[in-house]
C-alpha cells in the first residue's frame, strides 16, 4: 500500500510565503508525476503545479511566477514554494502523485491567506 502524507499549510497574511511537502511512502517502484491541487470553497479540485520524474513542471497561470514545484526524488518528496499568497489561494491543498501507475491523494493541508 502506498501513502501521501502531505504537510506545511497554514495561515499567513497575504504577500506571505509558505512551504508544503508531501511525502510518498509503502510499497513504491517507480513515481511518475507529482504535483498539487487545490479546492476552494464551493469551487472544483483544480490543478496548481505538477513535476515529473524528469523535472519537467506544469502551472496554472494563476500562480505562475509565484509558486515554485519540485522534488526529491531520492526522499519521494514533493514540495510546492508558495510566495507571494494572495487571499484567493486560500484552500485546501493536495498533494498527488502517480505511483506505480496508479493514482494517490494526500489527504489535504489547508492554507488561508488573510487580507
Known amino acids: 500500500q502506498v501513502q501521501l502524507v502531505d504537510s506545511g499549510g497554514g495561515l499567513v497574511q497575504a504577500g506571505g510565503s509558505l512551504r508544503l511537502s508531501c511525502a510518498a511512502s509503502g510499497r513504491i517502484f517507480v513515481i511518475n508525476v507529482m504535483g498539487w491541487y487545490r479546492q476552494a470553497p464551493g469551487k472544483q479540485r483544480e490543478l496548481v503545479a505538477a513535476i515529473s520524474s524528469g523535472g519537467t513542471t506544469n502551472y496554472a497561470d494563476s500562480v505562475k511566477g509565484r509558486f515554485t514545484v519540485s522534488r526529491d526524488n531520492a526522499k519521494n518528496t514533493v514540495y510546492l514554494q508558495m510566495n507571494s499568497l494572495k487571499p484567493e489561494d486560500t484552500a485546501v491543498y493536495y498533494c498527488?502523485?502517480?505511483?506505480?501507475?496508479?493514482?494517490?491523494w494526500g489527504q489535504g493541508t489547508q492554507v488561508t491567506v488573510s487580507s
Open positions: 498527488n502523485a502517480l505511483v506505480n501507475w496508479s493514482e494517490y
